[in-house]
């Protein structure tokens, strides 16, 4: 906290209550910061005390005035400290949010039931059965690159091993005109790069999108089985086919991303807006909830033992004395039941110690956790898998991250 943020912070978003609390307590109380500049109040010669306002060892101000001060300089470095308390708190779930969207690949279920990598083995797979081939490869250009790498392969005799450019060597060149071709003597074409004499004939296919190549699929057989005019107007039909499907999903791929971003950007500027954790919470968990499509997303505390101290003062039932878990935020969806409330320990099994280690918990399938006590309190939860990122605030409280989804009805 800077001095220019108390003054800007503290005092734009509080001025109404500072102005009503000082008017009650003294009008003539005056307020300036440690550079001794006043932000509030006529300087006057008759103050007897002048109370500090402090912050994590930092000298942000005084208030002047007799020991009513006292209160108004307490109030503002409360106000201070909660200021850097949901700053910082704010920047761990946006922090985090990126972590969950670069972890959230929980099951097929959460996001997609198909990836570009799902799309390119099962192409291959067509391939090999449609054209008898004995190995091949489906390449994609980079995001940016020039470079095509290798995502999806079948078989030990692969023509193409590493990554290569367009334009350059025999596939380089097949690749970037366009246009698929059977090469049935690779030794004698001039585009061959030399090395070990290739034993096969291979076919190669450009994957093309609106004139844009986006790669290519290349398959290769034994010599005494060339490749021929059906087998090159098969392998084209279903590059088409590939093409359109992968071009789908990398534009899918990079509207999420987009969207991602937009969350962040308007994630920052709601919390900004906020002065109360709750609404804070509330936002991260509604924004993650809309953007992954999610069943559950929800918001908890480990309870340590500070905390569970101050919850036991008003529910004194609880006898576990740390470790629990508190649901305080949670959006699902509307045929679900609410989980909010206080879990003990022995109810959430492991759960609560890896959150106490501050562990991400990623499970992938629920029904298939080895730790028993925890497998039994999720499934009676409806959930069929589980990604939960803690949070550990400026004071020391442990906060979770929960996303879910549930068994779907048939």
Same mark, same amino acid.
Request: aromatic share 6%; net charge negative; proline share 3%.
């Given at each position: 906290?800077t001095?220019?943020?108390?003054?800007k912070?503290?005092?734009?978003?509080?001025?109404?209550?500072?102005?009503?609390?000082v008017?009650?307590v003294?009008?003539?109380?005056?307020?300036?910061?440690s550079d001794?500049?006043?932000?509030?109040?006529?300087p006057?010669?008759?103050?007897s005390?002048?109370?500090?306002i402090q912050?994590?060892?930092?000298?942000?101000?005084?208030?002047?005035g007799?020991?009513?001060a006292? #209160?108004?300089? $307490?109030l503002?470095?409360?106000?201070?400290h909660r200021?850097?308390?949901?700053?910082?708190l #704010?920047? +761990?779930?946006?922090?985090?949010?990126?972590?969950?969207?670069l972890l959230f690949?929980?099951s097929?279920k959460i996001?997609?039931?198909?990836?570009?990598?799902?799309?390119?083995?099962?192409?291959l797979?067509e391939?090999?059965?449609?054209?008898n $081939?004995?190995?091949?490869?489906?390449?994609?250009?980079?995001? @940016?690159?020039?470079l095509?790498?290798?995502?999806?392969s079948?078989?030990?005799?692969?023509?193409?091993?590493?990554?290569? #450019?367009?334009?350059? @060597?025999?596939?380089?060149?097949?690749?970037?005109?366009?246009?698929?071709?059977i090469?049935?003597d690779i030794?004698?074409d001039?585009r061959?790069?030399g090395g070990?004499?290739?034993? %096969?004939?291979l076919?190669?296919?450009?994957?093309k999108?609106?004139e !844009?190549?986006?790669g290519?699929?290349v398959?290769?057989?034994? !010599?005494?089985?060339?490749y021929?005019? +059906?087998?090159?107007?098969l392998?084209? %039909?279903?590059?088409c086919?590939?093409?359109?499907v992968?071009? #789908?999903?990398?534009?899918?791929r990079?509207?999420?991303?987009s969207r991602?971003?937009?969350l962040?950007?308007?994630?920052?500027?709601q919390?900004?807006d906020s002065?109360e954790l709750?609404?804070?919470?509330?936002?991260a968990? $509604?924004?993650?909830?809309?953007v992954?499509?999610?069943d559950?997303?929800?918001?908890?505390?480990y309870?340590?033992?500070?905390?569970?101290?101050?919850?036991a003062?008003?529910q004194?039932?609880?006898?576990?004395?740390?470790?629990?878990?508190?649901?305080v935020t +949670?959006i699902?969806?509307p045929s679900l039941?609410?989980l !909010?409330?206080?879990?003990?320990?022995?109810i959430? @099994?492991?759960?609560?110690?890896?959150?106490?280690?501050?562990?991400?918990?990623?499970i992938?399938q629920?029904?298939?956790?080895?730790?028993?006590?925890?497998?039994?309190?999720?499934? $009676?939860k409806?959930?069929?898998?589980?990604l939960a990122?803690?949070i550990?605030?400026?004071? @020391?409280?442990v906060?979770?991250?929960?996303c879910?989804t549930?068994?779907?009805?048939?």
């Amino acid at each position: 906290m800077t001095l220019a943020s108390l003054k800007k912070l503290v005092f734009k978003k509080e001025l109404s209550l500072i102005k009503e609390i000082v008017n009650a307590v003294d009008s003539q109380i005056t307020i300036q910061s440690s550079d001794g500049q006043f932000l509030w109040g006529t300087p006057i010669a008759s103050h007897s005390h002048q109370f500090p306002i402090q912050l994590e060892g930092e000298l942000l101000g005084w208030v002047n005035g007799d020991e009513r001060a006292a #209160a108004i300089a $307490s109030l503002l470095q409360n106000l201070a400290h909660r200021e850097v308390e949901k700053r910082t708190l #704010a920047q +761990e779930l946006l922090s985090k949010y990126k972590e969950i969207s670069l972890l959230f690949n929980i099951s097929e279920k959460i996001i997609d039931s198909l990836d570009v990598q799902e799309i390119a083995s099962l192409v291959l797979d067509e391939a090999k059965g449609l054209l008898n $081939s004995a190995s091949g490869v489906l390449l994609l250009v980079g995001d @940016g690159t020039c470079l095509l790498s290798n995502i999806a392969s079948f078989g030990e005799d692969l023509y193409c091993k590493e990554n290569i #450019a367009l334009g350059e @060597g025999l596939l380089g060149h097949i690749i970037q005109t366009g246009r698929g071709e059977i090469i049935n003597d690779i030794s004698s074409d001039p585009r061959h790069l030399g090395g070990q004499e290739p034993m %096969t004939t291979l076919i190669c296919v450009p994957l093309k999108s609106k004139e !844009k190549v986006l790669g290519a699929i290349v398959l290769s057989r034994p !010599k005494t089985l060339p490749y021929n005019a +059906e087998d090159l107007k098969l392998l084209t %039909t279903l590059a088409c086919q590939a093409a359109g499907v992968i071009s #789908a999903l990398l534009h899918e791929r990079k509207l999420k991303e987009s969207r991602q971003n937009d969350l962040i950007f308007r994630l920052s500027g709601q919390i900004r807006d906020s002065l109360e954790l709750g609404i804070i919470l509330e936002t991260a968990v $509604s924004e993650i909830y809309a953007v992954l499509h999610l069943d559950r997303c929800l918001f908890l505390w480990y309870q340590t033992e500070s905390r569970y101290q101050k919850l036991a003062c008003s529910q004194p039932h609880l006898v576990q004395p740390v470790g629990g878990l508190e649901i305080v935020t +949670e959006i699902n969806n509307p045929s679900l039941s609410l989980l !909010k409330g206080y879990y003990l320990p022995e109810i959430v @099994g492991n759960l609560a110690c890896q959150f106490q280690r501050h562990e991400t918990v990623q499970i992938n399938q629920v029904n298939a956790l080895e730790d028993a006590v925890a497998r039994e309190f999720l499934l $009676s939860k409806d959930f069929l898998s589980l990604l939960a990122i803690p949070i550990q605030t400026l004071s @020391g409280q442990v906060g979770v991250i929960c996303c879910g989804t549930t068994p779907k009805s048939p």
